[in-house]
């Protein structure tokens, strides 16, 4: 499905400030994850961080953050190496069609970012930390392009699921 090779970010290269992102509630639309794999994802990519087995997953209070800051498998790339994030999900997120294929998002006419849904422990890493490494991994102030990658889909964008993270946002 994915025809050309992307460049993973494995380091914090950003830091810019905040004036260009957009925020905006995830009520408006559901993500719909990638369900196919990138052609060119190195290990650092596809391992999910080590969980504490000392404190029982049942015990755990989760939560989530979505973000799309250029290449979802970038932004994938950066928050797998953060303890306290227990998954990261690529996806696409803020358009008006359902279920769009790569194809669809990339002619700009959905309306979809690429984001990724991030589920992480609080006890372990707060929504600040996570907005901090958001905020110096790619730069807000380009408008629809990170890098090579140049399009809407590629906007700086934050999805907010309360009112806290939006506040914080």
Known sequence: MLNRPRV?????VYCLSLTACNVSSPSTTE???MTDS?????????EQPQVDETQPLAGRQLAEATFGGGCFWCVEAVFLQLQGVE??????????VENPTYDLVCSGLTGHAEVCQITYDPAQVSYD??????????DPTTLNRQGADTGTQYRSVIF??????????
């Open 87 to 96: 998954k990261v999900e690529s996806g696409y997120s803020g358009g008006t």
């Open 129 to 138: 930390e996570l907005l901090e490494v958001f905020w110096k991994t790619h």
């Open 38 to 46: 990138h052609p060119a994802e190195s290990a650092a990519s596809t």
């Open 31 to 33: 993500l719909t994850t």
């Open 8 to 12: 993973v970010l494995l380091s914090l």
């Open 160 to 169: 907010y699921h309360n009112a806290q993270q939006k506040e914080l946002a």
